[in-house]
C-alpha cells in the first residue's frame, strides 16, 4: 500500500520559508517523478514542481520559479520543497504526488497517488 506523508506546512508571515518534507512508503521510490501540487480554496489544484527519478530534471510553475526548489532524498524515501520568499497568493494546501517517471510535465490526471496535504497560509 502506497502512503505519502507530507509535513512542514504552517502559518507564516510575507517573506518567511517553510520547508515541505513528503514522506513515501509503499513504493520503488527512485522510480517515479515526483511532485508538488497545491490547491486554494476555490481554484484548480496546479503544479508547484516536480522532479525526475534520476533528480536531474526539474520543473517549476511560473508563479514559484526562483523561490521555490524540489530536491529528493532517495536513500530515504522522501521529497522536499524549500520555499522562500512566500507570498499571501501562495497560500494553499500542498499535495505531494506520485507520477509515471517519462516526464517531468506532471498534470493531475498523470498522477498515480496523492498524499493528503499540508496546508500552508502566508499572512501579510
Known amino acids: 500500500q502506497v502512503q505519502l506523508e507530507e509535513s512542514g506546512g504552517g502559518l507564516v508571515q510575507v517573506g518567511a520559508s517553510l520547508r515541505l518534507t513528503c514522506a513515501a512508503s509503499?513504493?520503488?521510490?527512485?522510480?517515479?517523478?515526483m511532485a508538488w501540487f497545491r490547491q486554494a480554496a476555490g481554484k484548480d489544484r496546479e503544479l508547484v514542481a516536480a522532479?525526475?527519478?534520476?533528480?536531474?530534471?526539474?520543473r517549476y510553475a511560473p508563479p514559484v520559479k526562483g523561490r521555490f526548489t524540489i530536491s529528493r532524498d532517495d536513500s530515504k524515501n522522501t521529497v522536499f520543497l524549500q520555499m522562500n520568499g512566500l507570498k499571501p497568493e501562495d497560500t494553499a494546501t500542498y499535495y505531494c504526488?506520485?507520477?509515471?517517471?517519462?516526464?517531468?510535465?506532471?498534470?493531475?490526471?498523470?498522477?498515480?497517488?496523492w498524499g493528503l496535504g499540508t496546508q500552508v497560509a502566508v499572512s501579510s
Open positions: 522532479i525526475s527519478w534520476h533528480g536531474t530534471t526539474t
Open positions: 504526488a506520485v507520477s509515471s517517471p517519462d516526464t517531468v510535465v506532471v498534470t493531475p490526471s498523470r498522477v498515480l497517488y
Open positions: 509503499g513504493l520503488a521510490f527512485n522510480a517515479y517523478t
